[in-house]
Structures are given as C-alpha cells and as structure tokens.
C-alpha cells in the first residue's frame, strides 16, 4: 500500500465519519453544546490541578517536617493540599453534570437521525429499496444502534466532546513536564501518547469494520432470535417440535457472526495492542530515568521531580484505550457511516425514480378518477434483478363503479397488479390509465387517496379497534358515524359493540383491556378499514385474497355480500378461488403474465375455457362440502376448501 492510499483511507475512516458527527452537533442546541464544551475543559484541568498539588504537597514535606506544625512550610503545604483535595471534589461532582449534559446531547442527536432513518425509509415511491439487501444491511447496521440505545452516534457526539477535556488535559500535562524536567521530554511524550493513542483507537477501528462483513448473517441471526423467543412463530415451534433444529440453526448462526468478529478481536488486540503498549511504557521509561537522574543531581526540585514522573504517567495513560467511550463512539460512527451509505443508497433510487417520473399533472382533479375505466395498456413487469417477467404486455379494461374479479393460480402475477395500481412498483412498458390519463402523471399521494387496498398480508396494528379502522382515511378527522357503518357493513360491528371498551378497545391481548381476534374477524377488520377510505373519498376499492382465512362458502358468502354492499364502487376483487368471484360483474383470467380469458361467469362457463374448467373443478369440491355437512355456511368441511395451485398441477 502506498502512502496516498494508506493516507486516503485513513482520511476517510478515521476523519470523515468525526467530521459527520461534528456536522450533527447543531442540532442539540449552542447552549447544550456550550456547557459541554465548558464542563470539558473544566474537567480536563481539574486532573492537572490536583497533580500540580499534589507535587507541591510532595515538594513541601522536607521543608514542613524540618519546620514543624505551625510553620510556613507546613501551612502552605496543608494550603496545597486543600487545593488537591477541592480539585478531586470539583472533578467527582463534575461527573454527574457531565452524564446529564452527555445524556440530553445524545437524546437530541439521536432523535434526529433516528427522524431521519424513518424519513429515508417512507421517501420512496417505490418499495423496492425495501426488498433489497443491500439497504437493508445497512438499515440493520444504523438502526441497530438505535434500536438498543446503545453505541449511539449521540454517544459519540459526547465522546467528540469528550476529546477537548482528554486533549487539554495532555498538552497542559506536557507542557507542565517540559517547564519541570527537560524541555524535550514534554514533546516526547507527547508524541508517544499520539503514536499509543493511534494504536488504540486504530485498532478498534479495524474491530468495529468486521462488523460490517458479518451483517447479512447478523441479520439472520436476530431474525431466529426472533422466531425462537418472540410469540409469531411459538404455535409451529412446539407443535412442529422445532425447538431443537431452531436452538442448532441459532447457535450456528451464532457462529456466524461472532466467530469472525472474535478472530479479529484476536489478530487485532493482541501483538499490535501490547507493541503499542510497550512502545509507551519504553517511552515514559525514557522520561521517567532521564527525570530521576536529573533530581538525583539536584539539577530539579523534588516538587519538579513529582509533578514530572505524574505528568508523564497521567500523559501516557491519556493515549489509553477508554472501553467505553472509546467504543460508544467507534460504533456511534459506524452508525451514523451507515445511514451515509444507506442516504446514498436511497438517493440512488430517488434517481431512478425521477428519471423515469414524468412531470405531474395539475390540470386533473385527481379525485374524480377514476370515473369511467380503468385500463391497463401493454403492460408489462419484472421486479428489480429477477430475469422472470411477471406481467408481459398485459390489456385489461375495468370498468368504473363496477366489480370485477381478477382469477388466476398462484403465481399468476395478480398481486403484482395490485402494487403497479398502487405504484409500489412502476411497469417496465406499458401504462395504467385512469379516464385516460396515466397514473405515471399523477401525484402518488393523491392517486394512492383513490384507491383502498386490503392486501392479502394486511398489517394488524397493535391499536384500537378504532385506529384500525379510521386509518384507512388518516387525512380525514375521526369520524364515529362513519366507523360504525364501516364495521358493520363488513359484518364485525356486533363483536365490537360487546368488547369491554367498544371501538376503543386495543386489538392485541398485549395491552390492558385488549382482546385478541380471529383471522377472520381481522379480515373484516381490515374491510372495514377499506370501506371507511370509500365513505371518505376512495374510489376504488381492491381486495387481494381477503378472505383467505374464510373457507370456501364463507369466501362465497362474502364476495356476495360484498359485490352488493359495493355496488358503484370500482371494485375488484382478486382470488385465486374461481368459484368464489362468480357474482362479480366482470371477471378476468390471468395466466402467464397475460389476460387469456374475460367476461361474464356465464359467459366465460359457456366458453367452456379454463376458468370453466377450474370453476367446475372447485365447485364440485364445493358441493360434496356442502352436501356432507349441510350445516352453517361458517363450519364448512376444509377438504372443500380447495387450493387451486394444487388444482392446476
Ligand atoms: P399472485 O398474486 O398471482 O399469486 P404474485 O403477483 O404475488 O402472484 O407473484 C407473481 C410472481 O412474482 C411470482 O413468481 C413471485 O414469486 C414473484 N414475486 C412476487 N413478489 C416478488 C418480489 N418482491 N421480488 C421478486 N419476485 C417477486
């Protein structure tokens, strides 16, 4: 390695990431950041206050003992050890001011990146930076930090503080050194400190660096943490009898990362770290000698002997390794060197978006649409770095204020549909026209306001019953009336009204008060939430698979009710049941990236296709259920419940 680069990547390693974090300063505030600033530099000399007492004290105990109590001597020895002793108390109730000051710098700093993380990861139109596992390490990397309140970059904006008491302190105990011994020894030490500190200090650097390289297996290690301790996967675990391949994959990934982590924290604290160490030592041995010989001529005082032999021994172990300031801000660093990469990362598809983003319409009054179709043209679509095109030129008209059911096997790309209508994702060709005006054109806020999704992955906040259902129209004020409809048009109003706080009560048993609901009754939940966006301004309403937890006459009995309790609504219903969606005005057969069917059930049943082929398929499953049972839709056999993925092999 040549200087340059040896240079360079010092440069950006060591300087860069302080610099970043001197850069985040301002936000905690000139008065915080003064009163760091001042406790610092008061706490870096009262260290060097009570060694130059002490060596005064030192100094006046020949003079104090020859002259006895009472004489000058001893009073001003007595005098310099209450100086000594007042500046031992003044830096022991400096401590705590400075764990406060540190602990509201670090609140601030940390509060605002951690604004900026979530900002970074809600910028994007897009989602696909999420499913990207680049930005996710470095998600993990940043918020890593954060998330245990640990090594914090709030940490180590204290820590860069910190430098001004730690680096006050050494000059003056160098200089102080130079004045009492010979003039050379101070800059001598001075230099050792530097070179120790540098061992130090770089050798944890390289440390915190390995850490980098474990992050994909750091992130699956917390990922089986997870599922071996938290409550998602406790059902399977026990009934499946996982606990022991769980515990052997966990410790194995254990491994993963910590097995490089400690052989680095091997090869990099062992020989360097103890040549650094002995290189100070033989240094301050230098000093020390050369200081003692000269006291032993009597060419220095014995006050100047003590304050030179302190000063060297409180100089060097000033370059020492601090455990936990020095690591709070190495990995602070790292963190904050992280969220830099993952800006970038984000940045870059911010870029890409923009590239292709074409200028947003104003002259459209966006929430009309869409208010006649509509249409897909040509579209097509592959995710980012996958070669399988999912949607290949795909032509699909919906007409407004109608139903229409989109069927196909699993696979068939009808999810995808739903993301490139909500613009997760934008197609590669092709465009999606609302009245005629491509949705590429409108402001994805405002479109997203049109259309109301249930997707089949919903989320279940931890929230109330309310929460859950009012934010499906989080711009609109809290509407009581309007709740109640919604809950009870998707048929969950009666279980709410008997919970022990109504719409109030939080849908997690987690919570005081809170109840835990069925998958299905979560399904309803989630209609709800879409119903309630349609009575605030949606026009489209989109349910992918909702209804995979009901069985088969359920699903039918929903998709009935619900082709009714929508009527003039867009809606369109997705399912890959194809004896579920019959009451549906219009119903589209997807199969291989393409449209192959459309129309009417009837009239698709008389064209005799596939989707005839597997309506009837399904639906004599359905009817041997029913027959078997002939009891209350709800309760249906599972054996009716047919997959058709299983179907279609
Ligand atoms: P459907 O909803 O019809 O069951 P999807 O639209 O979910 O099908 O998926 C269509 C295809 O796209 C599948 O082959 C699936 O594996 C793939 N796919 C889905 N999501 C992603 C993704 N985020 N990245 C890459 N491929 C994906």
């Not at 910028?123 to 696909?128: G, N, V």
């Given at each position: 390695m040549n200087l340059r680069s040896a240079w360079d990547g010092w440069v950006d390693s060591a300087v860069r990431p302080r610099v970043a974090i001197v850069r985040f300063l301002p936000v905690a505030g000139s008065r915080i950041i003064g009163a760091i600033v001042a406790a610092n530099l008061v706490a870096g000399a009262l260290p060097v206050a009570f060694v130059v007492a002490t060596s005064v004290v030192i100094g006046r105990v020949p003079a104090a003992v020859d002259g006895g109590l009472g004489s000058p001597a001893w009073d001003s020895l007595v005098l310099a050890f209450v100086l000594a002793a007042l500046a031992f108390l003044a830096s022991q109730a400096l401590a705590p001011v400075l764990v406060a000051l540190n602990a509201a710098l670090r609140r601030r700093v940390d509060g605002h990146l951690r604004d900026q993380i979530f900002e970074l990861t809600a910028?994007?139109?897009?989602?696909?930076p999420l499913e990207d596992a680049e930005v996710l390490d470095e998600l993990a990397e940043t918020s890593r930090q954060f998330d245990n309140d640990w090594h914090t970059p709030g940490q180590a904006a204290g820590g860069m503080l910190a430098l001004v008491a730690r680096y006050s302190s050494l000059v003056a105990f160098c200089a102080l050194l130079s004045a009492s011994a010979s003039w050379w020894s101070g800059p001598v030490v001075l230099g050792a400190t530097m070179v120790f500190r540098y061992g130090n200090r770089g050798g944890l650097r390289k440390y915190s660096r390995v850490w980098r390289t474990v992050m994909p297996a750091s992130r699956s290690y917390d990922y089986l943490r997870e599922l071996a301790?938290?409550?998602?996967?406790a059902k399977e675990t026990r009934v499946f009898g996982l606990d022991d391949w769980l515990g052997g994959r966990y410790t194995d990934t254990h491994w993963k990362v910590f097995g490089p982590v400690a052989a680095a924290r091997r090869r990099i604290y062992s020989y360097p770290y103890l040549g650094y160490t002995a290189f100070g030592v033989l240094v301050a041995s230098v000093v020390v000698v050369d200081t003692g010989l000269a006291a032993a001529s009597g060419e220095i005082s014995l006050t100047a002997l003590a304050l030179a032999l302190q000063a060297t021994t409180a100089a060097i172990a000033l370059g020492g390794y601090y455990p936990e300031a020095d690591t709070g801000s190495q990995f602070g660093m790292r963190a904050v060197e992280a969220l830099t990469r993952l800006r970038e990362r984000i940045e870059n598809y911010e870029a890409t978006e923009r590239a292709i983003a074409r200028p947003v319409r104003t002259?459209?009054?966006?929430?009309?649409?869409?208010s006649t179709s509509l249409r897909l043209a040509d579209v097509a679509f592959a995710y980012p770095g996958s070669e399988r095109v999912v949607l290949d030129g795909l032509e699909l008209e919906i007409p407004a204020g109608r139903s229409t059911a989109i069927v196909g096997v699993n696979g068939a790309g009808k999810t995808t549909l739903v993301k490139l209508l909500t613009r997760l994702y934008e197609p590669i060709r092709g465009a999606i026209l609302a009245d005629g005006v491509?949705?590429?054109?409108?402001?994805p806020v405002a479109w997203r306001r049109q259309v109301s999704v249930i997707f089949q992955d919903f989320v279940r906040l931890e929230l109330s019953a309310a929460d859950n259902i009012a934010l499906g129209a989080v711009h609109a004020p809290r509407d009581e009336d309007a709740l109640w409809e919604a809950a009870r048009r998707a048929g969950i109003a009666e279980a709410l009204e008997d919970l022990p706080a109504g719409l109030d009560t939080p849908l997690a048993r987690a919570y005081e008060g809170g109840i835990d609901l069925s998958g299905g009754q979560w399904q309803r939940i989630a209609i709800a939430r879409s119903l309630y966006a349609v009575a605030h301004g949606a026009r489209v309403l989109v349910l992918?698979?909702?209804?995979?937890?009901?069985d088969v006459r359920a699903e039918v009995a929903f998709f009935d009710r619900f082709v009714e309790l929508t009527r003039g609504v867009t809606s369109i219903l997705v399912s890959h049941r194809f004896s579920s969606v019959r009451r549906a005005d219009h119903v589209v057969v997807i199969e291989h990236g393409k449209v192959v069917e459309q129309g009417s059930h009837a009239e698709l049943t008389a064209a005799d296709g596939t989707y005839a082929r597997l309506f009837r398929l399904q639906a004599e499953r359905f009817a041997q259920g029913l027959d078997a049972e002939g009891e209350h839709p709800d309760y249906a056999d599972p054996d009716a419940v047919v997959d058709l993925a299983e179907v279609a092999e």
């Open positions: 910028r994007t139109t897009s989602i696909a301790m938290g409550e998602v996967a002259d459209v009054d966006v929430t009309r649409l869409p491509d949705i590429a054109e409108l402001d992918d698979e909702p209804t995979s937890a009901l």
